[in-house]
């Protein structure tokens, strides 16, 4: 069964930080871009980051500085460490993977293999 686990979301202060983990299985991790994207109501979902399978890595504009996202194939996990958040980074969390070459299906389209269930990151000002 192909699941792929976001964990890590809550609420936190301004200026605070959270580590989101994206567990995978029953693909093969290794060979898939993965991506994290975010969503709040009302508003179309943003790509955050990728970080594809050759291990080149995208961030959105907003989150440059702030957000890192790594990855641990040995653990099947992506992380996203998240610094110095913002109100407006409150949001659900989404990864998801596809197999695309650079991630740009997956970037650009927001088309993918697999999506994982979200996580909520609330941050108050």
């Known amino acids: 069964e192909v699941q792929l686990q976001a964990s890590g979301g809550g609420l936190v202060q301004a200026g605070s930080s959270l580590r989101l983990s994206c567990a995978a299985s029953g693909f093969s991790f290794d060979e898939y871009n993965i991506g994290w994207f975010r969503q709040t109501p009302g508003k179309e979902r943003e790509g955050v980051c990728i970080i594809n399978s050759d291990g080149s890595i995208r961030y959105a504009d907003s989150v440059k500085g702030r957000f890192t996202i790594s990855s641990d194939n040995a653990k099947n996990t992506v992380y996203l460490q998240m610094n110095s958040l913002k109100p407006e980074d409150t949001a659900v969390y989404y990864c998801?993977?596809?197999?695309?070459?650079?991630?740009?299906?997956?970037?650009?389209?927001?088309?993918?293999?697999?999506w994982g269930q979200g996580t909520q990151v609330t941050v108050s000002s």
């Open positions: 998801a993977a596809d197999r695309s070459a650079a991630g740009w299906r997956l970037w650009f389209l927001h088309e993918c293999d697999y």
